[in-house]
């Protein structure tokens, strides 16, 4: 089974830090994604990664950077952390276009105070 | 700007009973839908699929139907059993461009004894 892990189940950061968030897949995945999920707004696309130094921004990138140095790593980085970040962050996989589903890390529980 | 809705944030249901979860999209170019299910801290799992070439996917008590004409879908339990309740997320996609979904907001499910 693919596995998706995301290196810290729950972070507690001050605003103004920089935060990074680690995601590591072991399937040789192309696709990488970052979400983050609200109460009542379900997931929003951060930023994907469709292979190795490529990103596009997806929905919501405002704040967020992200880093795809080797296949299996995706790093969001929160580069001035501020209250309204805080959030479940979700990162996923997959190998194609998706309609295999994507595969989901257990998520990382920020929160900035 | 919600191109994916769930306008119903939670259901309940007797076990036993038939669970119907609904979703609505306004993007005319997703041709391919998906419901995930996630529980408490754990990311969301792949539940089933449905390309916009048919009206209905059926695996095992799971059931979606996709009514392409009103730009809805909805998910059949049946039977719902107490293991169901979690967050039922619809995501929709356009396969000919990019691999990201765009989630709904959710709908809680509880199935009671």
């Known amino acids: 089974d693919v596995k998706v892990t995301q290196s810290s189940r729950y972070l507690v950061k001050r605003t103004g830090e920089k935060v990074f968030l680690e995601c590591v897949q072991d399937?040789?995945?192309?696709?990488m994604f970052w979400y983050r999920q609200d109460p009542g707004l379900g997931l929003r696309l951060i930023y994907f990664s469709y292979d190795v130094k490529m990103k596009e921004k997806g929905d919501i990138p405002e704040g967020y950077s992200v880093s795809r140095e080797k296949k299996e790593r995706f790093s969001l980085i929160l580069e001035s952390a501020s209250t309204n970040q805080t959030s479940m962050y979700l990162c996923a996989s997959t190998l194609d276009q998706g309609m295999d589903g994507y595969t989901f890390g257990s998520g990382t529980r920020l929160t900035v105070v | 700007d919600q191109q994916v809705k769930q306008n119903s944030p939670s259901l309940s249901v007797q076990e036993g009973r038939i669970s119907i979860l609904n979703c609505d999209y306004t993007?005319?170019?997703?041709?391919?839908f998906l419901w995930y299910k996630k529980y408490p801290a754990e990311g969301p799992t792949f539940l089933i699929s449905?390309?916009?070439?048919?009206d209905k996917n059926e695996d095992g008590r799971f059931t979606v139907f996709l009514n392409k004409s009103a730009k809805h879908l909805s998910l059949h339990i049946v039977p719902s059993q107490p293991g169901d309740s979690a967050v039922y997320f619809c995501?929709?996609?356009?396969?000919?461009?990019?691999?990201?979904?765009?989630f709904g907001t959710g709908t809680r499910l509880q199935v009671t004894l």
């Open positions: 399937m040789d995945h192309e696709n």
């Open positions: 449905i390309s916009s070439i048919k």
């Open positions: 995501a929709a996609t356009n396969t000919g461009t990019a691999s990201k979904l765009t």
């Open positions: 993007n005319s170019m997703f041709d391919y």
